[in-house]
């Protein structure tokens, strides 16, 4: 991959990031992501902070890399403390998110577990409001897929309770759990996907969370929005994460995110900022709304 090009710079979106090449690399679930041979851009030399959530207080499942680090970072730079979610098996990349966000001068508190169970998402709350006092921000990023091409025939029970636990019960779990401990002006962003509304036969399960995810963020909207907090979604399109080598075949990595309109996969760091903006007061006037990141592919 090219060195990160300066984002303050006039730069042709489909030129901004060369594909992923090395994409034979096949790494058990959930994947690593210092054994990427291209490694995605999380910000590290791009995102500039502005103040925009001085003082706030968040939680980001799937903290560990990919989008979850990229906002983690940003997060951070924008003057956010946090508290990080990530599975046991991820320990080394959470290492490395860690580092991000204390360089910033900002708390990055662990909390791993798997959140498939509704104990290990209490923990997470109540460590987001023992050790900083209370939540400002939920991020619902932590999500499991694994492509089956031979359609449902292949899916599992075991794996269809996995994809629905992880992706459906535990931000059910997160928000429920979350939501006493936030005031007004306070936020949850849920990560839908362009699955929601364009699935993949290869990703039944996980589309069908997806699209859950979307009526979830709505429904729940309605309901908070006269206490003065906020739920919206960001819908991310095909982005190079250590989820794609670990859970897609070597052939559909190859070509992950060609076929948007701006003809590559996205990177992380081209993601964090619409959570950024969702936690923000610039987007006060918005809520149960979803935004696509998606090089240009459709969800509607």
């Known amino acids: 991959m ?48 502005s103040n925009r959530l001085t003082g706030k207080r968040a939680v980001i499942t799937g903290a560990d890399s990919g ?16 508290v990080l979610s990530y599975l046991g098996a991820e ?42 006092g209370g939540i400002d921000v939920l991020v619902n990023n ?24 992880t992706n459906l019960y535990a931000m059910f779990w997160l928000c429920k759990k979350s939501i006493p401990h936030m005031e007004a002006g306070a936020t949850i962003i849920n990560t839908s996907s362009v699955q929601a509304v364009n699935p993949s036969p290869e990703l039944l399960d996980y589309a069908t969370t997806k699209a859950g995810i979307h009526n979830f963020t709505k429904a729940l909207a309605q309901e908070l929005a006269e206490k003065g907090i906020r739920v919206n979604a960001v819908a991310p399109g ?17 070509s992950h995110g060609e076929s948007t309109p701006l003809g590559r996969a996205g990177q992380p760091a081209e993601v964090a900022p619409a959570y950024v903006f969702f ?3 610039e987007s006060s006037y918005i809520t149960a709304e979803m935004l696509a990141v998606t090089g240009g592919q459709p969800v509607t």
């Open 91 to 132: 320990e080394a990349d959470a290492d490395e998110t860690v580092r991000l966000v204390e360089a910033e001068g900002r708390k990055a508190i662990r909390c791993p577990g798997d959140i498939q169970s509704e104990e290990i998402c209490q923990k997470i709350i109540d460590t987001a409001v023992e050790q900083l």
């Open 67 to 82: 989008i979850g680090r990229a906002v983690a970072l940003a997060f951070a730079r924008e003057g956010a403390d946090v």
């Open 2 to 49: 090219d060195d990160q090009t300066d984002q303050t710079d006039q730069t042709d979106p489909t030129e901004q990031y060369d594909q992923p090449e090395h994409t034979d690399e096949q790494q058990p679930h959930p994947g690593l992501t210092q054994n990427m041979q291209d490694q995605p851009d999380h910000g590290e030399d791009s995102y500039r902070g």
């Open 142 to 165: 932590a999500a499991y897929q694994m492509a089956q091409m031979g359609g449902i025939a292949d899916i599992t029970t075991e794996q269809f309770d996995q994809v629905m636990k």
């Open 238 to 254: 095909p982005i190079w994460t250590p989820l794609i080598p670990a859970t897609m075949p070597t052939e559909k990595a190859q």
């Open 279 to 281: 936690a923000s007061q």
